[in-house]
């Protein structure tokens, strides 16, 4: 057994919005013991912070790793950033449930076909994750697009009564085999054709094992208001607790941008005010982001790529679906001048471009510009990014200053030597590092311990963790320990995969994942269960 761990001279910021303070922090068999001034035991390993904010290890409350972190646990991305916890299985993607993996690989970030998928259930899933020693901990959401898929394939309209009742079976399986909530897409193809009623019943499952809901709303333009009822409404049907996600996109469905936004808070803030659980999330981009493959319904993409290609390439359909209502069309509402191409393995000097300016060069409409692109990269169909510039500062600021909003990635776990196609989400290297450096050392918009009570003890607090999150004697010791002027993110937009710095010390559940700066073999993070 290794002698206890001793952090010295660090300012303590305990994640809770308590002052910083220079003090101590003893650590035996992965928990804290004492903290702040105390006598030390003879025997002692000493870790030097000073100079250094000694924070608990940051959770991101809105990750995409599901796959990535099984296929590179690793997750170097993460630990660089000081990431000791991701939560697993947003938007309704995810890995489990799943029957064939053909049939859900377009569901799953960072897959590709012929990868290996060695689970079916929610249980097994964590077990398969588990086994690979995860460097950070992970919590995991059941993916409504799963439980659609399983249930319904492609069907793009409401699920019957049989139907919910299977997807209800579905769910209480993966809440009881240890996932801690629900999650929904509503605005993508797979989850469109979603009832509210189909929702809510999921929903009622969720609560009643103790879980919460996580959704990402329909977003239609012309349905700001509407959009943030229909998830308020949900949850306070339904008991559930609520966890809006990324909630700035609520700005892309009306023309008064900065309105939509102060009336989603606006609903936030009422709703809490009437007693119910009701948070959201923001991701740190200046962008929206999504798969180009978006802009077509989920049939689209169905088959063999002979059979993508004749449908795409086919007048007739293209024009019976060019009406679709889609993510990429609702992020395209501020012109597809803004819509940039990210990742076109194939055709790399695509890359950078805008739908708006391939389409003039070509002499196609928007929608014909995308499908040719789809075709051209049909070998890597889901790989092929797009990113929508509509977010500014001004909108990203009031969004995050509502005291019940917390960052998160959006992202996908990684690695630099081992870069999967389709994987590479701008978020993964820079959310948290960006977040720090931004609202704290350069706007001055937080207070350090504000900064970092968003990135740990409030994220905490909505999954209901007694002892993570914070620093407190009985709390696991995931601990963040950085450059409080040094710490920044180095990835740009078109460069995403550039690892942070000024991230000194990681440790996750007692053990150092990152000493000086560098990665060592150390992977001790857990599969958390929910009771």
Known sequence: MNPPLL????????????????????????????????SRPEELRILDATGLVVAPGFIDIHSHSDFTIFNDPRAVSSITQGVTLEVVGNCGHGC????TPELFQHNIYGYEPGMEMPWRTVGQYLEVLESRRPAVNV?????????????????????????????????????????????????????????????AQLCGVAAKAGGFYATHTRNRFGEARETIEEAIRTGERTGVPLQISHLSSVSRLATNRHWAIEQAIEQVESARQRGLDVC??????????????????????????????????????RDR???????????????????????????????????????QEWGLDPFDTICKILVEEIESLHSVLVLGYVYSPE??????????????????SLALDQNLRGALIQGAFTWAAWFCRYFVRDTKRFTIQEGVRRLTGLPAQRLGLKDRGTLCTGAWADIAI???LT???????????????????????????????????????????HA
């Open 7 to 38: 952090i010295s001279s660090g300012t303590i910021v305990d994640g809770r919005g308590g002052e910083p303070f220079v003090g101590d922090v003893l650590i035996c068999d992965g928990r804290i013991t004492e903290i702040g001034s105390f």
């Open 395 to 412: 909108l990203t600021h009031f969004a995050f200053d509502h005291p019940s909003c917390m960052p998160g990635s959006d992202a996908t």
């Open 321 to 359: 679906m060019r009406a679709y209502q889609s993510i990429v069309t609702s992020l395209a509402q501020m012109g597809w001048d803004k819509m940039l191409l990210f990742n076109c393995p194939r055709h790399p000097e695509l890359s950078r471009r805008s739908i708006a300016e391939l389409g």
């Open 280 to 317: 959201y999330d923001m991701h740190t981009r200046a962008f929206g982001m999504t798969n180009l493959s978006n802009a077509v319904p989920a049939s689209a993409v169905e088959g063999t790529r002979a059979d993508i290609v004749a449908r795409l390439g086919s007048q007739r359909v």
């Open 482 to 484: 950085f450059d409080p």
């Open 487 to 529: 710490f920044r993110e180095r990835g740009t937009d078109f460069e995403p995969g550039q690892i942070a710095e000024g991230m000194k010390h990681v440790l996750v559940n007692g053990e150092l994942a990152v000493r000086n700066g560098r990665l060592s073999e150390t992977r001790s993070g857990r599969v958390l269960r």
């Open 139 to 199: 919590i995991a959401l059941v993916p409504n697009g799963n439980l659609r898929l399983a249930t319904l394939g492609h069907a793009d309209r409401p699920a019957s009564g049989s139907e919910r009742a299977h997807m209800c079976s579905l769910l209480e399986q993966g809440m009881e085999e240890g996932a801690w909530g629900y999650s929904t897409g509503l605005e993508y193809s797979l989850e469109s054709g979603c009832s509210e009623e189909e929702v």
């Open 96 to 99: 489990a449930p799943i029957t």
